[in-house]
């Protein structure tokens, strides 16, 4: 399977952007980039996904290279409510009837301060 | 609202003891799959299902059983648990393959077998 690597750890403060670092240089085509949390005692949360492009919703920005081997979850102003576990994830689809796979890793743990 | 629900959220049980873990979603979603979360080794697939009727193992399906009768409900059956499913256990369902598609996470179910 297609592998992440992210920081264990990362801190902010409160209402500063965050950016969250992801390589995942064994990527391939057609593998999506998946960014999920976890917050505390809860069941993770999607975030955001994308293929080549950058994307943009409500909770986030994903900036994905151009050559794709890494790419970078923004979230433009940290509350406290956003410390979680954040999982960058590629997900696997063969196409066709195939369920597909999304591979969690440990994640980055991101606190955020007051 | 949509949502993934669990029941129990909390269970402690008994080695050999048949149990049942409940798993219901209200969005009309056609994939459905569980996991179990452990310390140290991350979200690991158990089973999943494509549809109704249609199951498949995951990566650690040894001393599970799942049905999918309806599409809304995806039951998780331990039939003799042992203390190595202590665990956390989540489920999720999606619209489309989990690899291209966002997951939906139910709030989890602790699991803890003596």
């Known amino acids: 399977d297609a592998k992440t690597t992210q920081p264990n750890s990362m801190e902010s403060n409160e209402e500063e952007p965050v950016h969250l670092p992801c390589n995942h240089s064994t990527i391939s085509g057609t593998d999506y980039i998946h960014w999920y949390r976890q917050l505390p005692s809860q069941g993770p949360e999607y975030v955001i996904h994308g293929l080549t492009s950058n994307v943009n919703n409500r909770m986030a920005s994903l900036a994905i290279a151009e050559d794709r081997k890494s790419s970078t979850l923004i979230l433009h102003r940290a509350t406290l409510r956003d410390a979680a576990v954040y999982y960058c994830i590629l997900g696997v689809w063969a196409g066709g009837t195939s369920y597909g796979k999304l591979t969690f890793g440990q994640g980055t743990i991101l606190t955020v301060h007051p | 609202e949509a949502q993934v629900t669990q029941n129990p959220r909390y269970l402690i049980t008994v080695t050999g003891k048949k149990l049942t873990v409940t798993c219901s979603q209200n969005?009309?979603?056609?994939?459905m799959s569980w996991y179990r979360q452990d310390p140290g080794l991350g979200l690991r697939q158990i089973y999943y299902s494509m549809n109704v009727e249609v199951t498949d193992k995951g990566d650690v399906p040894e001393g599970y059983k799942v049905s999918r009768k309806e599409k809304r409900n995806f039951p998780l059956i331990l039939e003799s648990p042992s203390p190595n499913q202590t665990s956390l256990y989540f489920c999720a369902s999606s619209l489309g393959p989990q690899g291209t598609y966002e997951q939906y996470f139910g709030p989890g179910t602790r699991l803890t077998v003596t």
């Open positions: 969005m009309n979603h056609e994939y």
